[in-house]
C-alpha cells in the first residue's frame, strides 16, 4: 500500500494518470446527476409540509456535504504535505480548495432559498448556518494565503498549518444542531438503521450526492494536473512529453 502510495506521489504518473480518470469521473457525474435531478424535479413527491419547496434538498444537502468533504480532502492533503512533502498532494490540497469553495457558496445560497419558504427570512444566525459561513471564510483565507505567499514551499506549509487549524469547524458544524439550539433538524440520512426519509426522496438525493462527488473529483484532478505541470515545467519528463516545448 505505501509503495502504491508514493508510486501514486510521482508527479508523471500522476499526470498521467489523472487525465484517464478524470474523464470517467465526469461521465459518471453527468450521468448520475441527470438521473438524480429526474427523480428529484420530476418523480419525487412534493413534502406534505414543505410542498415543491422540498425540491432545493437535492442541491442544498449534497452541496453542504460537498463543503465539508473537500474541506476534509484539503486537510488530509495537506498533512501528507508537512509529513511527507508529496508535491501532487499539495496540487491536490490547493485544487480542491476553490471547489470547496464554491459549493460552500452554493449551500448558503440554496439554503437560504429553502429558508425563505420554511422560516420566513433568508438569514438567520443560526448554528449551522454560522459555521457554515465561517468555512466558507476558511476557505478564502487559505486561498488568499496560497496566493500571497511567492515561494511554493513556503506556501505550502503555511497553507497546510492553516488548513489543519480550520478543521475544528468542522464536527461544529455537523453537530451544531445537537449541541445548539437550531431551527435545522437533525440526521436523517445518516440513521443507517431506519432513515427519517423515505426511500422516493432518498435516492435522488443520494444520486444528486455522487453526482456531485463524482464532479469534484474530475474537476480537482484536472486542475491538479494543470498545477503539477505548471510545477514540473522545468523537468526532463514534461520537456518529453511535449517535445522539449514546455
Do not use: C
Not at 489523472?18 to 469521473?25: E, K, N, Q, R, Y
Not at 414543505?50 to 460537498?66: C, D, K, L, N
Not at 488530509?76 to 471547489?99: E, G, T, Y
Amino acid at each position: 500500500m505505501w509503495q502504491w502510495f508514493h508510486r501514486l506521489g510521482s508527479p508523471q504518473r500522476f499526470y498521467r494518470l489523472a487525465g484517464t480518470v478524470s474523464t470517467a469521473l465526469m461521465v459518471a457525474a453527468a450521468i448520475l446527476a441527470a438521473a438524480g435531478l429526474y427523480y428529484g424535479l420530476v418523480d419525487s413527491p412534493a413534502d406534505y409540509q414543505q410542498g415543491e419547496s422540498v425540491r432545493i434538498m437535492y442541491v442544498h444537502v449534497p452541496a453542504a456535504w460537498m463543503s465539508m468533504f473537500i474541506y476534509m480532502v484539503v486537510a488530509a492533503s495537506s498533512l501528507v504535505v508537512l509529513v511527507w512533502r508529496i508535491k501532487v498532494a499539495d496540487a491536490f490540497a490547493r485544487a480542491s480548495a476553490p471547489i470547496g469553495a464554491w459549493f460552500t457558496f452554493l449551500a448558503l445560497v440554496t439554503g437560504s432559498l429553502w429558508g425563505k419558504p420554511m422560516w420566513g427570512t433568508w438569514w438567520i444566525w443560526d448554528a449551522r448556518l454560522t459555521s457554515e459561513l465561517i468555512l466558507l471564510f476558511i476557505y478564502f483565507g487559505y486561498i488568499a494565503l496560497r496566493n500571497a505567499i511567492e515561494e511554493p514551499e513556503t506556501a505550502a506549509r503555511a497553507a497546510a498549518i492553516l488548513a489543519l487549524v480550520g478543521v475544528v469547524n468542522i464536527p461544529i458544524i455537523h453537530y451544531s444542531v445537537e449541541w445548539w439550539n437550531t431551527l435545522h433538524q437533525g440526521a436523517t440520512v445518516t440513521k443507517f438503521d431506519k432513515p427519517s426519509i423515505h426511500l422516493s426522496m432518498l435516492i435522488p438525493l443520494l444520486l444528486m450526492a455522487f453526482a456531485f462527488k463524482f464532479y469534484y473529483l474530475a474537476i480537482a484532478l484536472r486542475r491538479a494536473r494543470s498545477l503539477v505541470l505548471e510545477r514540473e515545467k522545468g523537468s526532463r519528463w514534461v520537456r518529453e512529453m511535449f517535445g522539449g516545448t514546455a
